[in-house]
């Protein structure tokens, strides 16, 4: 199942960056430090790659340590790219993100120069929770669904440091099939644009081969290696007390209990992928949109043939 979100507010936000980007200095983007390349709008690379970049690995709290700390090293390998993280304990991320900008921009960010930063990243991010905590004030609207902030903000973050905060966006077409997953799992995606019971038999499916241990304490479930995603996500249900008549267990609201253990950390830390393999998710989902433009193109240059084998043969043919 290939899974799509893109409302119409996010095309707004597309065009409001394309016009932006040009008096932009520093582009900060948000990324879920569970999923962090799942969460890199490549949409976003296109409309200000040739700005430099903050990489912000938000959430970290939530996220494995170690898994981290290679990410971090990944994006802080790329030219004119700074990686930090930051999670929800931290009172005054302001300096951090700042220091990064001015190492970017250095000849910005006096009041005659003013640094001009973008912010942006996918919804459900955290990004309106950290501009309060940076501001001190309720100046964005926060939730726990996705799509909550509509409109362009613009902050004075401190004297000659203005930032641009935009909506949540996502892009018009996931290409690579584990990303949709992971942005579904992690709260990214609407609601109405999944199957529940699919992502969680998704997240299972991972966490069974990476965090096994975190799993089976969670859930109180005996050794889960050798059992099937369904067979994990019943007992799951049977745990919590999921059930249906006669004994059966309510799939939908157990794949409802490990999305929302998931999200809020309960299951303990854990992150969705590493650098080298989302590389290889990415090459795989590449070469498989290549295929289906080539089969595309195919399709339509013989709907332009085929009017013509219908004609009739010239007199005296």
């Not at 008096?23 to 409309?47: F, Q, T």
């Not at 939908?252 to 830390?269: H, P, Y």
Request: hydrophobic share 45%; net charge neutral; proline share 5%.
């Amino acid at each position: 199942m290939a899974i799509q979100w893109f409302p119409g507010h996010m095309h707004l936000t597309r065009k409001a960056i394309a016009e932006r980007i040009a008096e932009i200095d520093v582009v900060i983007e948000l990324l879920d430090a569970r999923l962090p390349g799942s969460s890199a709008n490549p949409m976003l690379a296109e409309l200000t790659g040739h700005k430099p970049g903050v990489k912000v690995l938000n959430k970290q709290d939530l996220a494995d340590p170690e898994r981290t700390a290679l990410w971090l090293a990944h994006y802080n390998a790329q030219p004119a790219t700074r990686a930090i993280g930051l999670d929800a304990s931290q009172a005054a991320p302001a300096r951090q993100l700042i220091e990064a900008c001015r190492q970017l921009a250095p000849q910005r960010g006096s009041m005659a120069k003013p640094m001009r930063v973008l912010i942006c990243g996918i919804p459900n991010v955290g990004k309106s929770t950290l501009i309060n905590t940076l501001v001190g004030t309720r100046k964005a609207k926060t939730g726990d669904e996705a799509g909550v902030t509509k409109l362009e903000q613009r902050i004075v973050l401190a004297d000659g440091f203005y930032l641009w905060d935009t909506p949540g966006m996502l892009w018009p077409r996931i290409i690579v099939a584990q990303s949709g997953y992971n942005l579904a799992a992690s709260g990214a995606v609407g609601r109405n644009a999944f199957d529940e019971e699919l992502v969680a038999l998704e997240l299972l499916g991972y966490l069974k081969q990476h965090y096994a241990a975190l799993l089976e304490a969670r859930f109180r479930l005996d050794a889960v290696a050798g059992l099937g995603d369904e067979e994990v996500l019943e007992a799951i249900g049977r745990q919590r007390g999921a059930l249906l008549g006669k004994g059966r267990v309510n799939l939908q609201k157990a794949a409802e209990i490990v999305m929302n253990e998931f999200r809020s950390g309960s299951l303990g830390r854990i992150t969705l992928e590493t650098p080298e393999e989302f590389e290889q998710w990415l090459a795989a989902g590449q070469l498989l949109d290549a295929q289906r433009q080539a089969k595309k193109e195919a399709r339509a240059r013989g709907r332009k043939r085929a009017p013509d084998l219908d004609e009739a043969p010239p007199d005296g043919a």
